[in-house]
């Protein structure tokens, strides 16, 4: 296929020109400065640019190409969740849903589970790899925990959430076969024996990141130098900041080389203003844009969101939503149309943080797709719209609409 | 007086060249792009200046000419505490030993206290303001209550902490009398009545800050329209940052419009990170650098100082100092040297923060004098070096060692 846009945002700067891609890949990116006009796209193509002139050519001139979104940290979408099912069919649910909110590739994260279910999931990971199934593209496995603090265990399960240990991670380590799907360790580093788990990860090159955690400036300083780069979901499930004391959240704001990840931008869990102030103090380069979506759709078990005030419920007929105030709602979570708006997309929630705070377009590729994929070390396929990377880009108006998902190399289509 | 420099620090640019003072104020300020001789200063001052070359000339050729401290924070300082004595002749030892420290001008700083206390401390400020002794510049009264938050009192007394009155903000504004020495009040804008007195206090031109606070971001975002347009000691006694409620620590942050004045930089009360965050988020264009230094050698009663783990004490001979490992140390409370080092001095503080943050010189020039001039609204003749200002000067050397402090036009001599 060959695009052709006005407006192609490479890593550092826009071009009007023509993406070739071939197969999976983008193979050749041409500038060009003359404004053209449709109907001689395809001679400009052949006579100019000496491509093969019977490869599609995609005119989306006035709109927008960005690279497609990266999120690295989500445990469900849609009909899908990862977190409850924990099977390879809710990674295939996933994938397929995806790329209609704008995400190319994810990692599937789990959450503090007994050490076999996330044996388990690890096996699941590895099998919807294998199966390479069409959609978003799975990159490996984010592990949120089971290493984390509960002090600040936010919605995960206190009597799963253990001390650092050895044996567990290598054996995790080694169910990941050759694929070599661990890509990321969320881990409250100030818990005992975390160093050694640390110097593990680093050496094989899992990302290690801050979160659920009660650790001290003085610690975090410390387990830097052992591998962690970055924050969980910061300000949630970690010791905030106080003047006298800076916490995991005011360590986050402070150490400008590492890496705020930040969950869906409802403005509920996390004030746009408190966003706001992060990225003015990180900026860009230093955030990294997530969902943390659960697939709360398919919940197995009665669900309190006390920040949203809803308790989800399962029910014979889907899923119940159970308001606060007395409101009950009934879906059928089969249906993707049905579930899609109980969690804040990740479109979604990109939209939010243009509308709460001053970015350009280049920053949101940052937060979305370059930092992202630099964090979990996938830059080389991913992450920026450049030759011999993935063909995973997204097609977007001025008001950041989706028009086309373009997943390794083709219009995304879900039927 | 002629001074000459090469490093003379204008508000946007440095200068090489010369200053001219007569009687307290700047005249004129030329600039010299060719490096001269010392000997042939008064040569040049005459034939090329046109100067009167029988004015004193001083030669800084090497050192840096920079603007005096403005300090709109401090309660009481070595010798003197206008605080606790609540005398005309605290203000004078104050305004002896602070140019010493780099502090050419200050308000002097009340604290909740009864009405009649305060009304004594007016008339204190009133009767030294006449007096005009040689000395730092008494600029007028910064109000640091009564009207704060019992809840985030610190160490103000509880009993004295009320509510908003506007009678008695009348009382306190006519025993200024026609000085207008009232010029910064310190408020806790979430308390009732508090918009009436903020409108007044706006009319009248006094500024008013946020301090001893529990408000929520929307009140302070609401009572910016009244006059808010800073934060006292920034951090310390107020309601903290939480990521859903900004509290006044995260609205300080967020508002870029209004100014974070800062405490002195012990690194204890407030961290040096944490400054570093909020100088980051903040800029140099809207910190305010303080002592809020107490006089604490004066004390009338024992003193317990939580954050440095002593408890000053009266005593016979003058104060004793009881640390928390039980060591005690008697001091001679009325020589200055004694107690110069009790609390960490206004150039102390501006050291450790060159040390703990990437600062520049006008980084510095900017948070020292150019915006607490600007707050208090006295830039007109304070807070730079330009012509018709005062001339209010410190000469540095380039480790911020004060060499000289020119007070009003002369070099400052205390004795």
Redesign the interface.
């Known amino acids: 296929m060959i695009i052709y846009s006005k407006n192609i945002y490479l890593e550092n700067n826009k071009i009007c020109g023509f993406i070739k891609v071939d197969k999976e890949k983008i193979v050749d990116i041409k500038e060009c400065n003359r404004d053209l006009d449709c109907d001689y796209l395809k001679e400009y193509v052949s006579s100019e640019l000496k491509w093969d002139s019977n490869d599609e050519i995609f005119d989306y001139s006035n709109l927008n190409i960005i690279p497609g979104f990266i999120d690295i940290h989500i445990h469900g979408w849609g009909t899908g969740s990862f977190w409850l099912e924990k099977s390879k069919e809710s990674i295939l649910e996933m994938k397929k849903y995806l790329p209609i909110e704008g995400v190319t590739s994810f990692l599937a994260t789990s959450g503090a589970d007994t050490k076999d279910e996330i044996l388990g999931q690890i096996d699941a990971v590895n099998e919807a790899y294998e199966e390479n199934q069409i959609g978003a593209d799975l990159l490996g496995i984010h592990l949120e925990g089971p290493f984390i603090n509960k002090e600040f265990k936010g919605m995960q399960n206190e009597e799963n959430c253990i001390l650092p240990n050895i044996d567990i991670m290598k054996s995790f380590y080694e169910r990941q076969g050759k694929q070599g799907l661990i890509k990321l360790m969320t881990m409250a580093p100030e818990l005992e024996n975390s160093k050694e788990v640390a110097e593990f990860c680093k050496e094989k090159g899992i990302q290690l990141s801050v979160g659920h955690s009660a650790a001290t400036?003085e610690q975090i300083k410390e387990m830097k130098e052992h591998g962690f780069s970055g924050f969980t979901h910061t300000?949630?499930g970690m010791k905030?900041?106080?003047?006298?004391?800076?916490g995991v959240?005011?360590s986050a704001?402070?150490f400008d080389d590492m890496y705020c990840e930040f969950a869906k931008q409802t403005g509920?869990?996390?004030?746009h203003?408190?966003f706001?102030?992060a990225l003015?103090?990180k900026t860009s380069d230093k955030i990294i844009l997530t969902t943390d979506c659960c697939g709360l759709a398919k919940t197995n078990k009665p669900w309190n969101h006390y920040?949203r005030r809803i308790t989800i419920i399962p029910h014979e007929k889907g899923v119940m939503i159970k308001h606060y105030d007395g409101r009950e709602e009934i879906i059928d979570n089969s249906n993707y149309e049905n579930v899609r708006d109980i969690e804040m997309s990740y479109i979604n929630s990109v939209k939010n943080v243009i509308k709460h705070s001053k970015v350009t377009i280049f920053d949101v590729i940052k937060m979305t797709s370059a930092n992202p994929a630099k964090y979990i070390n996938v830059f080389d396929k991913k992450g920026s719209i450049d030759i011999n990377k993935d063909a995973d880009l997204l097609v977007i108006d001025n008001d950041f609409n989706i028009i086309d998902t373009i997943v390794r190399g083709k219009v995304y289509d879900i039927k």
């Open positions: 400036f300000f949630s905030g900041m106080h003047h006298r004391e800076l959240a005011g704001l402070y509920l869990t996390v004030k203003e408190i706001d102030i003015r103090i920040v």
